[in-house]
């Protein structure tokens, strides 16, 4: 006979909520990713359609979003940018995003050699076509920073507010939340 362990089934419904929520968070940064490149990818396909190039690569575009989705949970998970003490809010989101952002250049950097292997160009070659190509990969890493930065700010301010603040302060109606809704260490000390 079978004992049932309340506590057990207490810690696998936690593990559960939890995953729930990573793979909600997940959902939602790679789908704000997945947009912002979709943008990106649309702007040069203008541009290149002018040229007589065609193309759409829309799969590229939710690959890296995906990816990058989990490369930037991974660094929420381990504290990225948090570890050294902010004394402010902002301070701890200058941290993420330049902590971040070094990552996606690494990231770009290694995706550009991986397409070279991919098509059997020499690292040498690869590099030279990096670096004929850099103003249109500076041009592509200034989009992923200005990308960075509101997803981070909206990270760091629902950590700030607390587990769900944020959530429910959009989702409320107008007019109903308050600055009572806010935390007291968020408010300026000039509150009414």
Request: contains cysteine; glycine residues 8%.
């Amino acid at each position: 006979m079978a004992r049932h362990n309340p506590s057990a089934s207490d810690h696998a419904g936690a593990v559960k909520a939890r995953l729930r929520e990573e793979l909600h968070k997940y959902l939602v940064v790679s789908g704000y990713l997945y947009v912002c490149f979709v943008a990106i990818l649309l702007f040069k396909i203008a541009v290149l359609r002018d040229t007589g190039v065609a193309y759409l690569p829309l799969g590229l575009a939710a690959a890296k979003a995906l990816i990058l989705g989990k490369f930037v949970l991974i660094g929420e998970a381990v504290h990225v940018g948090s570890r050294v003490g902010a004394r402010t809010v902002l301070q701890r989101i200058l941290r993420r995003v330049v902590l971040l952002f070094a990552l996606l250049i690494v990231l770009v950097v290694v995706e550009e050699l991986l397409v070279g292997w991919i098509h059997g160009h020499p690292v040498a070659q690869t590099l030279a076509e990096y670096r004929h190509r850099l103003p249109e990969v500076l041009a592509m890493l200034l989009l992923l920073l200005l990308i960075l930065v509101p997803l981070v700010v909206a990270m760091e301010v629902s950590r700030a507010m607390g587990p769900g603040a944020l959530r429910d302060l959009f989702s409320a109606p107008p007019g109903q939340a308050s600055a009572a809704d806010v935390p007291a260490q968020s408010r300026g000390s000039g509150a009414s």
